[in-house]
């Protein structure tokens, strides 16, 4: 009977380690499944080839198996990509249709303020137009309330001029028409009459010229008054200047008719008024403190 051999195998570095792991995994030590593994490729059950290392089974196996791990790996990834990307795209989708909730929102509240602004600014207007018809309401009934024309004068001279021949008796009227039309001088000379000229009393016969003494024309009353010291200048009384409303109440003539010639005077514009014609001997505006003064 032959003697047993001890054999001495040599495996350095990491081989030893691998070796030694491999003998725990499999519950045993190394010299043991270093024995077992020769019995195993004496017997035949383990192929030589892979101890030789013919075709490089043992790295092909192992490359097998780190592939199949990393193909189960690769596809548990994917899952969980794939479900990351599915919630994802359910959020997305979900904060696009809050978005067109708000859009449509906004747009139905912008919609709505153009409305109530559009409503709004009808309604000033409508408030404006009021106060103008009732501020003219107002100025209208004023001058109704202010003092009735006398027309007895009017009666009387009509009874004077009734006497006069055709001619003389238009350019009575004329006259009188042309001082009692109230407007500035500056407007006057700017307006051209469409009327053809009539013969005045310098260009008729010495014959048909009426004596003055006889029918010579007066004035009328209630006539323009022309009034220079309406300037503000000159020497005033030393009474208390009066406001327009004071002086309105005062002498009974509509504030709105005081104040428009307040502001002709300012202008530098001639006033005379064949309605109140003794206003402006009785009443001059200083301009240094816009008030009325007796004079």
Known sequence: MARDKLITVRIEGE??????????????DTASLLYDFISGCLDGKIDIGIV????????????????DRLEATTQKIDERVGIISKKLTDWVEAFDDRLNDC????????????????????????QKIDSEIDRIDTDSQQDRQGEPPD?????????????????????????????????????????TSPLPPVATVETMEPDSIVEPDKVAIGPVPGDTVSIESVTGEGTVSNRQGLTNDQLSKKIGIPTSTIEKWKGK????????????????????????DSLWYEV
């Open 15 to 28: 081989k030893r380690e691998a070796f030694n792991n491999l003998a725990k995994s499999q519950n045993t």
């Open 52 to 67: 030789t290392g013919k075709g490089n089974r043992i790295d092909n196996q192992l490359d097998s198996d780190r592939i």
């Open 103 to 126: 859009d449509q929102g906004l747009s139905s509240k912008m919609t709505s303020l153009e409305h109530r602004l559009n409503t709004l600014s009808i309604q000033l207007d409508s």
């Open 151 to 191: 027309m007895e004068p009017l009666i009387k001279e009509a009874l004077r001029l009734d006497h006069l021949d055709d001619q003389n008796l238009i350019d009575a009227i004329e006259s009188q028409i042309e001082e009692s039309t109230e407007i500035d001088k500056s407007d006057y000379e700017s307006v």
């Open 265 to 288: 005077i300012r202008e530098g514009k001639e006033i005379t008024s064949t309605k109140y014609p003794k206003f402006f001997k009785q009443w001059t505006l200083n301009l240094a």
